[in-house]
């Protein structure tokens, strides 16, 4: 596939999806949407959007591309505007728990005897009996492992992998669609499912303190250089028989002591440019940082 058919490639042309999936999951969920070229539609409560209280600039960008209109779901009137809607829509993307959904008539039985060709994507904090448990990005992360001591995590992985689950939810629905002659589909998106399938890694030991990539290889760190840090990944043994060259070290054990003594000696008494100029000529991957 050449890069210009790539580019205008919309698996989702056509699609019409409508959310009414507020904070990040179900905006970030719809900008994938977007992106692979659906009609988005929001409807969003009269006091809107918490993201766009908090955080205005990604609450824009999250919503570039997507129609949003205002719709109280508690009133006849709001209810009678989502339905219309919803009578030229392919998959509806929700966030609420099971017992809110229900209370506004949006339960599945009920959506899928109203509406038979409409599939929802439905993202929950925890599957099943435990929809209804409260929660958020860092309960789920911490519920999978991802949280060590007391920093904050630098981003919002679950929120931000349920999203991607989210969007491939909105494709299989798609795809079932067209394959069952328009029928709809429920499908169940879990935030701490996707903290989990972030975790894999470390649970499988790859990241854990003894593992591959979690610190026991020499040419996988992270090391202070002088005048900041430097991401080392030099993890296939060409890329570490190179790094070990540059840093004059003969050992080619890449978990011993002597090894990772040796090459951050080499790297502590270097600078990023000094590093950067190595890397570029030696062709060993790796990114200087600031202090």
Same mark, same amino acid.
């Given at each position: 596939m050449s890069s210009s058919t790539a580019e205008v490639f919309a698996p989702l042309a056509g699609v019409r999806v409508l959310s009414l999936a507020l904070n990040l999951p179900g905006p970030a969920a719809l900008m994938r949407c977007r992106a692979m070229g659906a009609t988005c539609l929001k409807l969003e409560p009269p006091s809107g959007d918490p993201m766009g209280h908090y955080n205005r600039a990604a609450y824009a960008a999250l919503h570039e591309g997507v129609t949003v209109e205002v719709a109280d779901l508690k009133t006849e009137a709001g209810q009678q505007q989502l339905h219309r809607a919803l009578e030229s829509t392919d998959v509806l993307l929700t966030s609420f728990r099971p017992s809110a959904l229900s209370k506004l008539g949006l339960d599945w039985a009920r959506l899928q005897a109203r509406h038979p060709k409409l599939s929802q994507v439905a993202i929950v904090g925890a599957p099943g009996d435990r929809a209804e448990e409260p929660g958020h990005d860092l309960t789920y992360l911490a519920e999978s492992g991802l949280v060590t001591g007391t920093d904050l995590p630098p981003t919002l992985y679950a929120d931000m992998g349920g999203a991607l689950l989210a969007s491939e939810a909105v494709l299989k629905a798609r795809l079932h669609q067209v394959a069952s002659s328009g029928a709809g589909i429920y499908l169940e998106v879990a935030l701490n499912a996707a903290a989990d399938w972030l975790a894999l890694p470390?649970?499988?030991?790859?990241? !854990?303190? &003894?593992?591959?990539?979690?610190?026991a290889h020499a040419g996988y760190r992270i090391y202070p250089c002088a005048d900041g840090r430097v991401a080392v990944a030099a993890l296939e043994p060409?890329?570490?028989?190179?790094?070990?060259? !540059?840093? &004059?070290?003969a050992s080619k054990d890449m978990v011993s002591a002597e090894t990772h003594e040796a090459i951050a000696r080499w790297i502590a008494a270097r600078t990023r440019a000094e590093l950067d100029a190595m890397a570029r000529e030696r062709d060993v991957p790796l990114l200087t940082l600031a202090g």
């Amino acid at each position: 596939m050449s890069s210009s058919t790539a580019e205008v490639f919309a698996p989702l042309a056509g699609v019409r999806v409508l959310s009414l999936a507020l904070n990040l999951p179900g905006p970030a969920a719809l900008m994938r949407c977007r992106a692979m070229g659906a009609t988005c539609l929001k409807l969003e409560p009269p006091s809107g959007d918490p993201m766009g209280h908090y955080n205005r600039a990604a609450y824009a960008a999250l919503h570039e591309g997507v129609t949003v209109e205002v719709a109280d779901l508690k009133t006849e009137a709001g209810q009678q505007q989502l339905h219309r809607a919803l009578e030229s829509t392919d998959v509806l993307l929700t966030s609420f728990r099971p017992s809110a959904l229900s209370k506004l008539g949006l339960d599945w039985a009920r959506l899928q005897a109203r509406h038979p060709k409409l599939s929802q994507v439905a993202i929950v904090g925890a599957p099943g009996d435990r929809a209804e448990e409260p929660g958020h990005d860092l309960t789920y992360l911490a519920e999978s492992g991802l949280v060590t001591g007391t920093d904050l995590p630098p981003t919002l992985y679950a929120d931000m992998g349920g999203a991607l689950l989210a969007s491939e939810a909105v494709l299989k629905a798609r795809l079932h669609q067209v394959a069952s002659s328009g029928a709809g589909i429920y499908l169940e998106v879990a935030l701490n499912a996707a903290a989990d399938w972030l975790a894999l890694p470390r649970t499988w030991g790859l990241t !854990a303190p &003894g593992g591959a990539v979690g610190g026991a290889h020499a040419g996988y760190r992270i090391y202070p250089c002088a005048d900041g840090r430097v991401a080392v990944a030099a993890l296939e043994p060409h890329f570490a028989a190179r790094l070990c060259e !540059a840093a &004059g070290t003969a050992s080619k054990d890449m978990v011993s002591a002597e090894t990772h003594e040796a090459i951050a000696r080499w790297i502590a008494a270097r600078t990023r440019a000094e590093l950067d100029a190595m890397a570029r000529e030696r062709d060993v991957p790796l990114l200087t940082l600031a202090g």
